[in-house]
C-alpha cells in the first residue's frame, strides 16, 4: 500500500523534521489523529522506506482491515481513503518525484539530462514506465528505460527496469555472454541490447553503451 504511494519518489529526510517528523534510532516517526477514530503512526527508516500503522483509539488494538482488498464496505472504504490521504500529504512535501523506479535507473536520467539534455518521454498511457530518451538533433531514440516483469527476459518473478541501447552488429555475441545483457527487449536484435538497471552493471559501464548508442543515432544508415 505505502509502496504505492512512494512508487517514483526519493525522501527528502531534512522536509521530514519540518513536517512533524521525529528522529529517532534508524527512523522517523510521525503521529496523527484520523478522523477522530484512529492514532496514526507513520515511520520512514533509512532509506525513505514508508511505513504506517492505525490503531483504534478506544481498545488500542492495530486495525488492518483497510489493507484487505476483499473489505469493501463503506466504513473500511472511508477508512482507506483517509489513510490514503495522509500518505500523499507525505509524500508530496517531503518526497522528490522521480521518473523512475529504481535508483539506477534514476541516476542514468540524471546523467543523460546532463550529457545530452534529454529528458524522458512517456509516450504510452499503457505503460507510464516506459520512458524514451532522443538525440535533440535528429529526434531518434538512442536510450528506452522500460518496467517490466523480469519473466519476459528472464527465469525471474519480480519487477525490473531495464535500459535498451544501441550497439554495434559486431558487439552483440560478446556481450551476450555477459552478466546483465539480454536479447534488445522490443527492439531491432541486431542493432540494439538490453541492459538490466539492478546493479549488476556498473553505472559507468551503462554510460559507456549509453554515450556509444547516442553516437551512433547521429551516423547516417
Known amino acids: 500500500m505505502e509502496n504505492e504511494v512512494t512508487r517514483k519518489a526519493r525522501c527528502n529526510f531534512h522536509k521530514l523534521i519540518a513536517y ?3 528522529k529517532q534510532v534508524g527512523q522517523y516517526i510521525y503521529h496523527t489523529i484520523m478522523m477522530d477514530v484512529f492514532n496514526v503512526e507513520i515511520h520512514v527508516d533509512e532509506e525513505g522506506n514508508l511505513s504506517g500503522k492505525l490503531y483504534d483509539m478506544e481498545s488500542g488494538e492495530e486495525y488492518v482491515n483497510h489493507r484487505i482488498k476483499q473489505q469493501t464496505g463503506e466504513f473500511v472504504s472511508k477508512m482507506r481513503e483517509a489513510y490514503f490521504e495522509i500518505l500523499y500529504d507525505i509524500v508530496s512535501n517531503c518526497y522528490n518525484a522521480q521518473p523512475f523506479i529504481g535508483n539506477q535507473s534514476n541516476r542514468i536520467a540524471v546523467y543523460l539530462k546532463e550529457t545530452y539534455g534529454t ?6 498511457k499503457k505503460y507510464p514506465g516506459h520512458g524514451v530518451f532522443r538525440n535533440t538533433q535528429n529526434q531518434k531514440w538512442y536510450g528506452i528505460i522500460l518496467n517490466i516483469h523480469a519473466s519476459k527476459i528472464m527465469n525471474e518473478d519480480k519487477e525490473i527496469e531495464i535500459l535498451d541501447v544501441k550497439i554495434k552488429p559486431e558487439q552483440l555475441e560478446e556481450l551476450l555472454n555477459k552478466p546483465g545483457y539480454y536479447p534488445a527487449y522490443h527492439m531491432n536484435k541486431k542493432n540494439w541490447i538490453t541492459l538490466v538497471l539492478d546493479e549488476t552493471l556498473s553505472d559507468e559501464e551503462i554510460k559507456q553503451h549509453l554515450d556509444e548508442s547516442f553516437y ?6
Do not use: R
Request: aromatic share 20%.
Open 20 to 22: 512533524g517528523f521525529e
Open 119 to 124: 529528458t524522458p518521454e512517456f509516450l504510452w
Open 216 to 221: 551512433l543515432s547521429n551516423c547516417k544508415k
